[in-house]
């Protein structure tokens, strides 16, 4: 036990080596890569179970482990914002502005919200939340003018501003082995090949463009249901999926999930719900080509409940230009891939996670990556047009439909 302990202790000493960067370890709770290392406030209090979530903008901090009133740093703003996650409700927060350190970082006068209400002890089952998106998408200090880019240095951009880091791009390496993440740096240790680049796009309606970045959204232009034999593609059509970290569900369209459902052979209908053979589920994954990179994963990561030699699945849909402006990539996908998210130039790079254990980090200063990297050919085919479930090429019901040769 102890020797495991000093392991864990020396992998993250080790990369304090490197100037200009902050790396955070993560763990993987219940599927949500989550930050246990930080305090707030004089005198310190520490906190954990933070979920790192690139689906929203700001720091929120609940009742079970930072109380405002032991804190002599804390400044209470008293301005008041609305706040809603996923699946939480509606709730409201106390802009506080605090002083939050890390094992090689210090910030002050960093915003969080604080919920106004005592009873609020946490966020769906977490004691907080970081949010790394767009400024655009921040909740507190929220303005009219928000979208034109105005708003607040939130995380990543404050460990920039207070000079901790020389960048504001951050990395992501989430494999189940000793996740972490990297803030104003590369670990090219991590990945193999050059890192492919990727556009960030802008959310489309069905009569508007936005023209500055909400959402972390990138182009999706293929989806394949893959079993040991063959692959099937369950949707040939350019579409914008979230990348967000924080959403531990496949949110996709109506046509791409009955697509999805028809390729399965062994189900059964049951309160509603589609159960599926795990014995079938066990041999199938699913291939999201996000502007030409492929990432997979197997289908047991999306497992939701069982029951019996069944299981239902994390997959739910919405109708795009109605009831969404985009699907969402299931956090699963960052198990097997690294990610760059550079939310400043509006790029994400993905590369093929590494096995190996050394770490070899790069600090990034400049709009260029240190490192090589590439665009593939789908880069020119990014999403332009509303995406239209009549378009989708169906597949029909199983079983042979699914046996075609791609
Ligand atoms: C917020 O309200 C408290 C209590 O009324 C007050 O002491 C404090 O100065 C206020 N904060 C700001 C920033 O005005
Ligand atoms: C709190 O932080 C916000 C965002 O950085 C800033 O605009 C505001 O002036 C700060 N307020 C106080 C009272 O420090």
Same mark, same amino acid.
């Given at each position: 036990m102890l020797i495991l302990l000093l392991g864990v202790i020396s992998t993250v000493s080790c +990369?304090?080596?490197?100037?200009?960067v902050v790396q955070i370890p993560l763990e993987i709770d219940n599927s949500m890569y989550t930050v246990n290392l930080l305090s707030l406030g004089l005198p310190a209090q520490s906190v954990s179970k933070i979920v790192l979530d690139t689906g929203s903008s700001d720091l929120v901090i609940t009742h079970s482990v930072y109380?405002?009133?032991?804190?002599?740093? +804390?400044?209470?703003?008293?301005l008041t914002f609305s706040m809603q996650y996923g699946s939480s409700d509606l709730f409201y927060v106390f802009a506080v502005n605090e002083t939050l350190v890390g094992d090689d970082f210090k910030l002050s006068k960093f915003p969080l919200g604080y919920p106004k209400?005592?009873?609020?002890? *946490?966020i769906v089952g977490y004691s907080g939340i970081l949010g790394l998106g767009?400024? +655009?998408? @921040? +909740?507190?200090?929220?303005?009219?003018?928000?979208?034109? /880019?105005? /708003?607040y240095a939130n995380f990543p951009q404050a460990l920039k501003e207070q000079g901790i880091?020389?960048?504001s791009l951050f990395s992501l390496n989430?494999?189940?082995?000793?996740p972490y993440v990297i803030f104003g740096g590369?670990?090219?240790?991590?990945? @193999? /090949?050059p890192l492919v680049k990727v556009p960030i796009v802008f959310i489309i309606g069905t009569n508007f463009v936005l023209d500055y970045y909400l959402y972390l959204d990138v182009t999706v232009n293929q989806v394949t249901f893959n079993n040991k034999e063959d692959k099937t593609v369950i949707a040939n059509q350019p579409l914008a999926y979230w990348m967000d970290t924080g959403a531990d569900s496949w949110l996709t369209t109506p046509a791409i999930y009955k697509n999805l459902y028809n390729c399965f052979q062994n189900t059964k209908l049951e309160n509603d719900i589609t159960w599926i053979l795990i014995k079938e589920l066990k041999k199938i994954s699913i291939t999201f080509n996000i502007a030409g990179f492929d990432v997979t994963i197997p289908?047991? *990561?999306?497992?939701?409940t069982k029951n019996g030699d069944y299981a239902s699945l994390k997959i739910d849909y919405a109708t795009i230009g109605t009831e969404t402006y985009q699907s969402i990539i299931p956090n699963a996908v960052y198990k097997y891939m690294y990610t760059v998210f550079d939310l400043d130039n509006g790029f994400v790079y993905l590369g093929k996670s590494s096995s190996s254990q050394r770490q070899a980090i790069k600090s990034v200063t400049n709009a260029e990556l240190p490192v090589p990297t590439t665009t593939l050919k @789908?880069?020119?085919?990014?999403?332009?047009t509303l995406y239209k479930d009549s378009l989708e090429t169906m597949v029909a019901s199983r079983p042979t439909s699914c046996k075609k040769k791609h």
């Open positions: +990369a304090a080596v490197a100037s200009n109380d405002i009133t032991k804190s002599t740093s +804390a400044i209470n703003t008293n209400d005592d009873l609020i002890r *946490d767009f400024r +655009a998408f @921040e +909740a507190l200090f929220r303005t009219s003018n928000n979208g034109k /880019g105005v /708003g880091t020389k960048s989430g494999q189940s082995d000793n590369v670990d090219t240790n991590a990945y @193999e /090949g289908l047991t *990561d999306l497992i939701d @789908e880069y020119t085919n990014s999403y332009t």
